[in-house]
Structures are given as structure tokens and as C-alpha cells.
């Protein structure tokens, strides 16, 4: 079901978001579009596709030097926990072989040594940095590792780069990004929203209206959107979501992803949509996650 651009209007898609896009094998991080730039391209209409499967990780992976992210300081251990994450993908007790990887709070360098990979080296990527607390320039990782933001890869080649500037509290700006993949005939998107922290967005309005800009930002009749939205499934400010799009956790439910300092899974704040046509079979780790205080979501979803 296509997501209608009613809900949003594209010129708010705007503000001091930049993306990076890396296609295909031995692409480097290219210069970023001037600050206030809206897209890398402009969409495409998809072509016509017949029923089809594809794997996909979302994961929040705690990539800055901040409290509660294990590996932070470590950011080769990292590195080295997201491919191992990837070598061992599961769905409901089955091995399958990742198609798309959506990345959270993963820093730009992260990035470049995951595509260094030999399992990515031939993936095409996208890497959004978030704004600082001057909404204006990128914000640093503090552990040295370049830009902090988030990242797209898919296996096929992904084109008709999208971001935005998320409406935010000023000093906590957030992005989200989407890109096609035409071999699909899919728009993959994901973002971070707002938190729950005071003077952040503590009663989730501000994720409300995040949500409905990215829906406008996805706009396909083929949609996977993953991310880290940090509200739990009955949010009101997850509603437009839940309007539009198939969720993993099935009726706003589903295994939690948000970990507790011991490791213990707490709440469900990570989620992966697709179209209400696609179904969807997901899998949560039941186990602790050492590298990061989210776990991952996985999932085969299935598009006719």
C-alpha cells in the first residue's frame, strides 16, 4: 500500500541534513550535498515486480562512545560484531543470507571498514549523518570515528537517495533516509527518533510528526523501514505507522529489543514495517546482546 503524500508535504522535507551515498564495489565516502539539501536525486518511479523475499537486519548498534554501548570504545569489535551478525543471520530457527542491513547510531568510519568487508565489499551503501546540537553541522563521535548516523546497505544496487531533517526539539535534530532498489521494486528507509529524555521529546510529539515525515519520505507502493523509533507498539506517536504499514511484531506486540545495563531485554523499541501486502516472519536474539543495548531485528519479508 503506497504511503500518500498527503500526510506530508515534500518541501518540509528540509533543514541541515546531509547524506552520503556509496554504490557499488570500491565506492569511497564521497563529499556530502551543501548543508540544507533536500536529495541526492529525485525519485523514480519503480517498475513492476512479481512476489519476492528479502532478508533484512535493522539494529541499533551503539556505535559512539556513550553510556550503554559496550563496544563504543571499540569500534573494530564492533565491526567485527556487526559482520559475525550478518554471517549468522537467522529467521524463525532458519539460516538465510542477508539482502539489506539498516544501521542506527553507527559512526561514518564504522561504516567504511564495514564495506571494506569482504562479505560487503560489492553492496551498495548510504551513510546520513545526524545534525549536532547546532542543527547545522554534522555531529561528531566522540570516540574518533568520524560522523554519527546512520547507514543503508543492500546487496543490489540502491539509487534515488532521499533524506530529511526530522521536525526535532532544537538541539536534538534527528534524519531519516531512503533509497530504491529497483531490482526490488522497493524504497528501503530508516531513522532514529526522538527519545523519551527530558528536553528531548518526553511526551512524543515531536516523534509524531517525525513519523509522518518519513512516511512521506518513503512514498512506494514497496516499503521496508527499519529503525530505532524508541517508543513501545501501543505509542500514539507510532499510530501512522501502524496505519500504513505490516509490522514484525505483528498486532503491536513483539519480543523486546531495548537492553538493561545486565544485558536483560526491557522494552520493544526497535521495529521493521513493509507494505501491508509483504508478510513478515522476524526473529529478536533471546539472549543478550554484548555489543550494543539494542538487539537486532531479522526478518524474511515477503512481498507478492
Known sequence: ?????????????????VVVALAGAGAAIEKSPALGSTDAG????????????????????CGDAEPGC???????GLVRRIDRQLGTTTVAGKAVQADALLL???CSEQVRSLKGLGRLKSWSWIFTPQPAADDRSPRACVNGQGKLGLAVATRKPI??????NLPSQPGHGRVAVCGTVQAWSARVCTAQLSSSDPGDDPDGAWRAKQAQTLLGLADADRVIIGGDFTDKP???????FYSVYTECGGDRTGAPTSQDASGKATDKTD??????????TCTVPPTPVRSSNHRPITATIHFT
Request: hydrophobic letters at 45%; charged letters at 15%; aromatic letters at 4%.
Open 1 to 17: 500500500m503506497r504511503a500518500p503524500r498527503a500526510l506530508i508535504p515534500l518541501v518540509a522535507v528540509c533543514g541541515a541534513g
Open 42 to 61: 529525485k525519485t523514480q518511479p519503480l517498475t513492476a515486480a512479481g512476489p519476492l523475499a528479502v532478508n533484512v537486519v535493522t539494529w541499533d548498534v
Open 70 to 76: 559496550p563496544l563504543g570504545s571499540d569500534s573494530a
Open 104 to 106: 542506527q547510531r553507527v
Open 159 to 164: 539509487t534515488d537517495v532521499r533524506h530529511a
Open 234 to 240: 501501543r505509542a500514539k506517536s507510532l499510530d501512522a
Open 271 to 280: 521495529y521493521l514495517f513493509a507494505s501491508h501486502s509483504a508478510t513478515l
